[in-house]
């Protein structure tokens, strides 16, 4: 088969493996897994299957949450050496919401070839299966575990339009559901539990109906909110608001022009109001 990398040395390759479902492995993933000297794994027996089930025979460095900063001299070193590195994660992406930014960062402020190896991850599949629009979108990733911290974050979305995705424990929905209801107000809001295997299931829904549902504690969850599509509500009147533009040095078409744009009304409305009061 043609490989679809090439063997140029010092270079660090990021490889998604599968959310669960083993089959989700790209031919370039197990291509470039057979090639490489080595393989951080943010677990290694865990990661131990998947490249059975590929018979990969590659060996594996552990690279996690609790090791990575000590182990960042080495994996440089090794980059030095001209030896080819794959990291991978437990599942997924790897750096998102697991391990990878720091030494991605520093084999990129090193000179060396990053290179990603697209595949899984659970962000994706969460959103395009929603229902809820799709960009733009922000992922949050896992909300802090402090309420204090988390209702603090969240409320700085309070009035953004974007669709969120957060990831979430099982042993912590019930909770996070009352906290965006709190925080966010009564939304749409999709949950895809494992997503790829057995009992995937996605429930579609509103938060005001979340709070009142049971969710399975088993599985991993990805939430995806709705963003805020509620009438903006402005405190100044038409007049005021065209004359704030002016007085920033907008000229009186521009100024009415970002008004309407502003309110979501016409052009024409904008002036009939500033010219009778003109
Ligand atoms: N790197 C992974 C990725 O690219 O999606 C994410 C790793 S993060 C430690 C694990 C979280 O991702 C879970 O708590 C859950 O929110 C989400 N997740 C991972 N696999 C999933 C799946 N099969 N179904 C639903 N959510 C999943």
Same mark, same amino acid.
């Given at each position: 088969?043609?490989?679809?990398f090439?063997?140029?040395?010092?270079k660090l390759y990021i490889v998604?493996?599968?959310?669960?479902?083993?089959?989700?492995?790209?031919?370039?993933a197990?291509?470039v897994l057979?090639m490489v000297?080595?393989?951080?794994?943010?677990?290694?027996?865990?990661?131990?299957?998947?490249?059975?089930?590929?018979?990969?025979?590659?060996? +594996?460095?552990?690279?996690?949450?609790?090791?990575?900063?000590?182990?960042?001299?080495?994996?440089?070193? +090794?980059?030095?050496?001209?030896?080819n590195i794959a990291l991978?994660?437990?599942?997924?992406?790897?750096?998102?919401?697991?391990?990878?930014?720091?030494?991605?960062? @520093?084999?990129?402020?090193?000179?060396?070839?990053v290179i990603p190896i697209?595949?899984?991850?659970?962000?994706?599949?969460?959103?395009?299966?929603?229902?809820?629009?799709?960009?733009?979108?922000?992922?949050?990733?896992?909300?802090?575990?402090? @309420?204090?911290?988390?209702?603090?974050?969240?409320?700085?979305?309070?009035?953004?339009?974007?669709?969120?995705?957060?990831?979430?424990?099982?042993?912590?929905?019930?909770?996070?559901?009352? +906290?965006?209801?709190?925080?966010?107000?009564?939304?749409?809001?999709?949950?895809?539990?494992?997503?790829?295997?057995?009992?995937?299931?996605?429930?579609?829904?509103?938060?005001? /109906?979340?709070?009142? /549902?049971?969710?399975?504690?088993?599985?991993?969850?990805?939430?995806?909110?709705?963003?805020?599509?509620?009438?903006?509500?402005?405190?100044? @009147?038409?007049?005021?608001?065209?004359?704030?533009?002016?007085?920033?040095?907008?000229?009186?078409?521009?100024? +009415?022009?970002?008004?309407?744009?502003?309110?979501?009304?016409?052009?024409?409305?904008?002036?009939?109001?500033?010219?009778?009061?003109?």
């Amino acid at each position: 088969m043609q490989k679809s990398f090439d063997t140029n040395q010092k270079k660090l390759y990021i490889v998604s493996t599968p959310i669960g479902n083993l089959s989700d492995m790209t031919y370039r993933a197990v291509d470039v897994l057979n090639m490489v000297d080595v393989i951080l794994a943010e677990d290694t027996r865990n990661s131990g299957v998947l490249l059975k089930h590929y018979h990969i025979e590659t060996s +594996m460095l552990s690279y996690h949450e609790f090791n990575k900063n000590e182990k960042e001299n080495m994996i440089l070193s +090794m980059l030095h050496e001209g030896k080819n590195i794959a990291l991978i994660s437990d599942a997924g992406t790897p750096g998102i919401s697991d391990p990878g930014y720091e030494i991605i960062k @520093s084999a990129i402020d090193n000179g060396f070839d990053v290179i990603p190896i697209p595949g899984a991850s659970a962000i994706l599949a969460a959103l395009v299966s929603s229902g809820l629009i799709i960009q733009p979108f922000t992922f949050i990733g896992f909300l802090p575990r402090k @309420s204090s911290e988390a209702k603090s974050l969240l409320s700085t979305y309070t009035n953004r339009k974007e669709t969120l995705v957060i990831y979430e424990s099982p042993l912590r929905i019930d909770k996070t559901n009352r +906290m965006l209801h709190e925080i966010l107000g009564n939304r749409n809001v999709s949950y895809a539990r494992e997503l790829t295997k057995k009992f995937e299931t996605i429930y579609r829904l509103n938060l005001e /109906q979340a709070i009142h /549902q049971t969710f399975d504690q088993r599985g991993e969850y990805v939430i995806v909110i709705e963003g805020n599509f509620q009438e903006e509500h402005f405190e100044i @009147s038409i007049f005021d608001h065209v004359k704030q533009y002016i007085d920033m040095g907008y000229d009186e078409k521009d100024a +009415m022009k970002q008004v309407a744009k502003d309110r979501k009304i016409t052009k024409s409305e904008v002036y009939k109001v500033f010219k009778i009061e003109h």
